[in-house]
Structures are given as C-alpha cells and as structure tokens.
C-alpha cells in the first residue's frame, strides 16, 4: 500500500509571494492534517481535513488555509510569505479519529 | 490547550541497553498517546500507540506505559540497536485528530 505522498519535496520562495503544498494520503484514508515543523517551535497542528470539511483548526494566522477534495486528496496554501514560515510542512492522514496518523515525508519550504 | 513536555532532549545509551523516554501531558482529557520516530530527511514514523482504557502495550523491543492519574507516559526500547538512533516524539490528542507534540528526545545508540 502506497504511503502518504507530498509535493514537491523542496520549494524556495520570496516574502509577499504565496504557495501551494500538496498531499495524497493513503488510500482509503479520509483524515488528512497538516502540521509546521521548526526547530524553535517543533511539531504544531495546522488544521485538518475530514469529507471536504475543516474539522479542526490550530493557532495559525489566516494566510494559512487548507481545501479536501473529493478523492481526499488536500492542498495546503499560504499567502504573503513571510520568513518565519520557512519550515518543514507535513501531512498525515488516519482512517478517522482515534485511528493512528501516517505521515508524509514532508515539503522544505523556504523563504528568501 | 494541551501541553506536552518531554525529557530528556538528548539521550545515549550503549547498544543492548534500554533506553526511557518520559512526557507529560496537562489534559486530563487527552485519550490517544502515540509515539513517533523521526529519521533524517523523512516524516514521523508512528511506532506505537496507546489509549487511556490501557496501561501497558508492548511491540517486540519497544513498550509504552501510561500513569492516567499523574498525566505522564513513556517510551521503553529495550536491547537498543544502531538503527534505532533518530528522534522520538511523543504526542497526545483529548479526541479528534489534533495532536499536541513533545519537543523530541534525539536518541543515539553508540556501537
């Protein structure tokens, strides 16, 4: 069975510009989440994705937004870059909840 | 929201010996405890979970124990071997799949 799989692997940007990430999760799977890895802030939720609809969201600020399509598959967008975003950004997806997460092998994002 | 402390940051141990690694989580809501090693260059790897209804869960080498009443969990690896040398997390969700991460223990096993 086929993992979680995120594109491109590696992007570099510039402030003020926007990008998008994206996530195919594991067949059959319907959960999709994303999370930011730093090494300052370490591990934090983003939001996820359950049917096409948010179902949780963290503490990011609005320029972060996310959409589920139809076959699970999500995109994570981010507008006005700024170079605080630099990051590791990954997808996970689970069954549902109380299932366990597997996660992709993550999009180095970074911002000049 | 939950927080979730984790010690040590660092930890060596020699190979064939057990390594412990200890979280602490806040919410006393938080039900579903997994663990996660993270290679270079790659995603978390789950590797073992738990749920609040069960003590202790064990996995060949690798064990996980949790104490509901003092709000802490660990990871025992037992029998350590080069290849387990990585960084572990440990997470925590009170329900929905919003997970709350340790910082990470960043694990060498010396030859």
């Known amino acids: 069975k086929a993992g979680v799989t995120q594109t491109p692997r590696y992007l570099i940007k510039t402030r003020g510009q926007q990008v998008t990430l994206s996530c195919s999760p594991i067949s059959g799977h319907r959960s999709v989440s994303w999370y930011q890895q730093t090494p300052g802030q370490g591990l934090q939720f983003l939001f996820e994705?359950?049917?096409?609809?948010?179902?949780n969201k963290g503490n990011f600020p609005g320029r972060f937004s996310g959409r589920q399509f139809s076959n699970s598959r999500s995109e994570m967008n981010v507008s006005t870059l700024e170079l605080g975003d630099s990051a590791l950004y990954l997808c996970a997806s689970s069954l549902d909840i109380y299932q366990p997460q597997h996660f992709g092998d993550g999009t180095r994002l970074s911002i000049l | 929201g939950e927080n979730v402390e984790q010690h040590p940051s660092t930890l060596s141990v020699q190979e064939g010996d057990s390594a412990v690694i200890k979280c602490t989580y806040s919410d006393s809501a938080s039900n579903y405890f997994p663990w996660y090693k993270q290679e270079l260059g790659k995603g978390p790897q789950l590797i073992i979970d738990?749920?609040?209804?069960?003590g202790e869960k064990k996995d060949q080498r690798i064990a996980v124990t949790l104490n509901k009443t003092a709000k802490h969990f660990s990871l025992h690896i037992t029998e350590t071997q080069p290849e387990d040398s990585a960084v572990y997390f440990c997470a925590a969700s009170t329900g929905g799949n919003q997970f709350y991460f340790g910082t990470g223990t960043s694990l060498t096993v010396i030859p």
């Open positions: 738990i749920r609040s209804n069960v």
């Open positions: 994705y359950f049917s096409e609809t948010q179902r």
